[in-house]
């Protein structure tokens, strides 16, 4: 064969590997590309997923919170007569104002029993931070509610489970803590304990 004919058969032969390189080349460029367009797109979905979970599991915290205050309301003009025996004259549910300087407080419930006001915290889960915003919270109360500034106020804590350190603390600052116990809602306090008039 001549020379010329190698040569031009070896062109041929290199032009069509180039070409089958460049060929190769742009479907695992193409390839990588979609793969990277694919996970962004996943990456993008997750997050959005991500966003639609928090947003559930805000919504069903609240639920349960709403829920948690729902058993424990019904249950203290129960627990106020067992523990004062006086009768409950107002039970409000919710109770939440504004006042001109633009607070805002609302009060799970607030009971009314001869010369006390009583005073609910109700949360799902009760921790000393809890507590601590409690306190606060019952030093505001005549602030928002001065319709009660003749009344002692007894601070009352309610969860459905409340863990014995917690109990404690709430005792230390003066609070009745409720949870469920053998009725839907029961004192959870040391036997003989008096809270503290605010």
Not at 60 to 84: Q, S, W
Not at 137 to 156: A, Q
Not at 166 to 188: N, P, R, S, T
């Amino acid at each position: 064969m001549p020379v010329k004919e190698k040569v031009d058969r070896l062109e041929r032969a290199l032009e069509e590997f180039i070409t089958n390189v460049g060929i190769e080349f742009n479907k695992l460029y193409n390839s990588q590309m979609r793969t990277e367009a694919e996970l962004r797109d996943f990456k993008n979905e997750m997050r959005q997923q991500a966003k639609e979970m928090n947003i559930k599991w805000g919504e069903m915290a609240k639920k349960l919170g709403t829920i948690t205050e729902d058993l424990v309301a019904p249950g203290i003009p129960r627990i106020i007569k067992e523990e004062f025996d006086i009768e409950v004259e107002f039970l409000g549910i919710r109770m939440k104002k504004r006042l001109h300087d633009g607070r805002v407080k609302e009060y799970d419930a607030v009971a009314v029993a001869g010369d006390y006001v009583f005073v609910d915290s109700t949360k799902s889960t009760l921790d000393s931070e809890d507590v601590k915003d409690f306190i606060r919270d019952i030093h505001e109360f005549r602030d928002f509610f001065p319709e009660y500034k003749g009344k002692k106020v007894i601070g009352i804590m309610a969860s459905l489970s409340v863990n014995e350190s917690v109990v404690k603390y709430a005792e230390k600052a003066g609070f009745f803590v409720l949870a469920v116990g053998d009725k839907l809602m029961e004192v959870k306090n040391t036997k003989g304990f008096r809270p503290k008039e605010w």
